[in-house]
């Protein structure tokens, strides 16, 4: 084995020019070498392809490499024919080449040149090709992206399944395959698939010590947070990932109109723009790129320092592939992920069309996705956990990169109900999974539920003392402790460990932190947004409210009337200083600034000069007018006394977004006339009523009118008085 060793030391050298294997290569190459089928899981980044195109390089015969993207091929083919004087060292077989082509292809395999032979898996079942692959010296079969068989996978590909026929009848050549992605689940397809139960496993760890893992909520002002942290992080590349097309050419906008060089990249675009926007981004004439997950496979740009997640991924997978082209040189890469449940239901209704059985594996996955984006445990043991690796977090490598160790949540002690929990997995026999047994110890029935008869135990609702979700969030950190598993086969369902069994004999301690909370209302979480990413002025927003006062009181209206807090919060955070950079404040339209702004701009202009303040003027977010259309739309036609149903309908907005618009129109300074839809639905009497209820109220919240007015109302009724409120008083 020794002389072997120095060869390959030397061959690394002569081809690649490393004097030194990376992590597994070394032992992957030999376990390759000596005919032995071969598996390999190692994360993005981490050097998979070298581990089958060295052996190829120094064996006889051809090694066929099957993967699933023609581009990614072609980077490859590339960068080997790089190495060697030979242009036919490698090529690629597939239904772009010419039938001249394909001859001067099989040419060099007979004669021996070719040593990679890269194809699609759909090429491989083309009879012509079989038979010809049969009768030439093949030296291995490497599958690339192996999760491609597996259902349970990010990225199925249904012609991978045929793989393992086609490969038979290649005789007995040795397989590897390579992925870097595999939870436990998908492992054991990929084995079953190729059917090499046998194959020698080599799997590396995937930790990435050097990624920070954030998670922040969703909110209404998502774009002018990406932008305040593009221009915190100035001159460095990044991707943003958004789910559809629509939302990247929009995003990508957003950022070109406020001074971001940034790069739309998806599917939808012709091949040539796509081709020339990755170049802009690996040449770094642009900053960003904004992409749907198809940008990415095979993009080797080593020093990307963030990735963002504008929209939730649809599972743990494809996040920790995304995340991982963040930071390949080993310099941080920062990890974005802006989460809403609104977005995980938005997912759920695309699955909706499915097979049932597709449906049940995407619902899985993607609660795995909400817990990791809920969790306030260490999110990179989450991750690790989830990929079958344990993580210490307090003394694994690169444990404080994370926003929920930095900022930990406070932890109480939870012994006495993690035995509940554990007591009633073992007593319900194993059959359920997370939300049955949750249910079952809040004491809910649910079709499941009733037909194993479990309602009628003694331990139904014994754990009513808790809401939903707090037993949610102790069973998974119950589950990540290793007191429960979940089982493989029967994807889901909980069973309770060996350990979990110890437990309930014998407990100790159990400290839970608790879940992050992700039910702000949207203004609230505009504020909120606003101080956590970059504190409002306290001193000026004192002052700013004092002035609204004045103004209120000499006009005889509510403070309210003349600017909503959030729009205080946002002027006390970006100073704004002139009529232009007021209309970019929140909630603050032409209107606003026209009638009320001029005393608010003059306070703000002193106080920076008094205060020696250096404004921060990339926080005006400019806009890119997308929702003027609808908001045109809206003002014509209620000029026109169109019944409000009969507008939503022809925007296709449901009611609700329908108010949602009107009230932002309103609010930035514009009036609506809509008394006559409202005469329609209260007399003049109510109207009065409700009237002067917001005319001597401090606050314009619709939950304290709620209260004021008992039920004599309903909410829909209260929120277009408002709006005629506010319009009639305001503008």
Known sequence: MNSNEIDIHKELKKYFG???????????????????????????????????QLPALIQE????????????????VDAIRSLSSETGVAHVLNSSLTKTEVTQVKSDITSGVTKLLYVAPESLTKEEYVSFLKNVPISFVAIDEAHCISEWGHDFRPEYRNLKQIIKQLGEVPVIGLTATATPKVQEDILKNLDMSDAKTFKASFNRPNLYYEVRTKTKNIESDIIRFIKQHKGKSGIIYCLSRKKVEAVAEVLQVNGISAVPYHAGLDAKTRAKHQDMFLMEDVEVVVATIAFGMGIDKPDVRFVIHHDIPKSLESYYQETGRAGRDGGEGHCLAYYSYKDVEKLEKF???????????????????????????????????????????????????????????????????????????????????????????????????KAHRTDSQSFFGSGADHDEKYWMALLRQVLVAGYLTKDIETYGIVKISQKGLEFIKNPTSFMMSEDHE???????????AAKSSGTADEALMEMLCDLRKKVAKKLGVPPFVVFQDPSLEDMALKYPISQEELINIHGVGEGKAKKYGAEFIALINRYVDDNDIIRPDDLVVKSTGVNSVNKLYIIQNIDRKLPLDDIAKAKGLTMEALVKEMEQIVYSGTKLNIKYWIDDLLDEDQQEEIHDYFMESSSDKIEDALKEFEGDYDIDELRLMRIKFISEVAN
């Open 18 to 52: 490393f004097s030194q294997f990376k992590g597994l290569q070394e032992q992957v190459i030999k376990s390759l070498l000596n005919k032995e089928n071969t598996f390999v899981i190692m994360p993005t980044g981490g050097g998979k392809s070298l581990c089958y």
């Open 518 to 528: 992700y039910n702000e209302t949207e203004d609230e979480a505009i504020v909120t």
């Open 61 to 76: 015969g051809t090694a066929i490499v099957v993967s699933p993207l023609i581009a990614l091929m072609k980077n490859q």
């Open 351 to 449: 699955m909706s069309g499915k097979p049932v059985a597709e449906q049940e594996i995407g619902f899985a996955l993607l609660q795995e996705v909400v817990a990791y984006a809920e969790t306030s445990m260490s999110r990179r043991k989450f991750l690790l956990h989830y990929f079958g690796e344990e993580f210490d977090s307090e003394t694994g490598e690169g444990a404080d990169m994370d926003d929920n160790i930095r900022n930990p949540k406070t932890k109480i002690e939870a012994q006495d109900q993690a035995v509940k929990l554990l007591e009633v997995v073992r007593d319900t026999k194993h059959l359920y999974k997370s939300k049955e047994i949750v249910f079952t110890l809040i004491g809910r029935v649910n079709a499941v539920i």
